[in-house]
């Protein structure tokens, strides 16, 4: 079975994975992993695949001072009420920014389904300076709570809290702007599996071995920029570019 690399970076994140896929070994091997994966199994991957998705994107796009806000509904209104609502008071957050000079409007948001059935939403946007009665009154429907983000360079903990709900029917439960930059990801083949490196300049947080029925034996490493963007030392670099030696 052939084995890959993968390489992602997001932000002041660097993450590989070594891993098995049978990809590129036919129909039969690809019709015996659906008859083996229980549709649970596939579920529970594919949520928290999506899930790291989320986390990757906070990471490459926001950082310290960036602001995070959870929006509330006085009544219940429905998912795509809710959908309509958040859009417009997106257009608000627009015209207020463009009133005070500022550049454009980068945000990623999730609805979610409280307990008692009423929507809410997690939104992260770029900085601005707003106090909380100004992002009340654009919002006007509910409740406001507002933070801004602290330095530390990865948000993956953030991410996990505002995904958290798994409510399928509803569809994809997250999304964002337009203007968002993506990770970068690469994918290599490998002739063997060996142990992790890491890039120059960073630190690990994680690194872990574990047997997966998607993926077989695999080698997970994570790792953060020291100092990074959220510290002032981030400036225009990219880190795939000039630390492409990390592992190969």
Known sequence: M????????????????????????????????????????????????????CARMINENFGEGDLFLTLTHRNKV???????????????????RKRK???ALK?????????????HHHMI??????TLKEISELWGLGRVMISRLEPGGDYTG???????????EYGRRWNYSRNLRKPKETVVQVAKSKKLRVPKGYRVVEEIDYFSEMTGFTRYMKAIRNGGTDYGEG???KPWEQHSDGEG
């Open 235 to 237: 400036g225009e670099r």
């Open 107 to 119: 945000y990623l948001y999730v609805i979610e389904v409280g307990q008692k059935g009423r929507e």
């Open 101 to 103: 000079g500022l550049d």
């Open 78 to 96: 429905g998912i795509d009420d809710a959908l309509r609502l958040l859009r417009n008071f997106i257009g608000r957050i627009k015209r207020l």
């Open 158 to 168: 953030l991410a996990f809290y505002i995904t958290k709900d798994n409510y399928k």
């Open 125 to 130: 946007i770029n900085a601005m300076d707003v």
């Open 2 to 53: 052939p084995r890959y690399l993968k390489k992602i970076w997001a932000g002041d994140v660097y993450e590989a994975k070594e891993y098995n896929s049978p990809g590129k070994r036919g129909r039969g091997c690809e019709r015996a992993m659906r008859e083996n994966i229980s549709p649970e199994k596939m579920q529970e991957y594919n949520a928290l695949e999506t899930r790291k998705k």
